[in-house]
């Protein structure tokens, strides 16, 4: 995937070693103290964590759609939250953030309105088994567990669920 930051453009491929995917970032925007001999500034902590929190939500898109158990889970709370909610623009919500006429959701009261992101072809069938639930979710449990839990109980338990439904190897 490839993303804006700090108007710096920061690219990385996710690969996960048994299945051959590997996860990199490049950025000129990130300053380390090990490399530098300075300590980060608060930019610099906050960028880190920003690629951070980018690299959890993309690869659990990942392992959302190769794990059918997650995507269901994440589809039943989606349409238990968004049942007869009406469809709207995220850039309605979110002005001047890039989003196109043809991003929607549908509100379920989630920590984000892009929780409920609809994904659809050009021919208006919905995606299944993709959804951004399961990443935003993990982007929060990695972020802040806490106002996650106190913000969303109901998406931070499903989210906690999917975890422990993982296989372990």
Known sequence: FSMKLGGKNIDSTIIEPSYGIELSFSTTEIERAYETGKTPRKKDIQTMMNVAAASVHEYSHYIESITPSIATK????????????????????????????????????????????????????????????????????????????????????????????????
């Open 74 to 169: 994440m589809s039943e709370m989606i349409q238990r939250r968004t049942a007869n909610a009406p469809v709207r623009k995220l850039k309605d919500v979110y002005p001047n953030q890039g989003y196109s006429d043809t991003e929607i959701f549908q509100d379920g009261g989630f920590i984000s309105p892009y929780v409920g992101k609809v994904y659809k072809t050009s021919y208006g069938k919905t995606f299944e088994g993709c959804s951004e639930a399961f990443s935003v979710g993990m982007e929060q449990l990695f972020l802040n567990p806490v106002q996650f839990l106190a913000k969303d109980r109901d998406h931070f338990q499903t989210i906690v669920a999917a975890i422990k439904s993982l296989p372990v190897s």
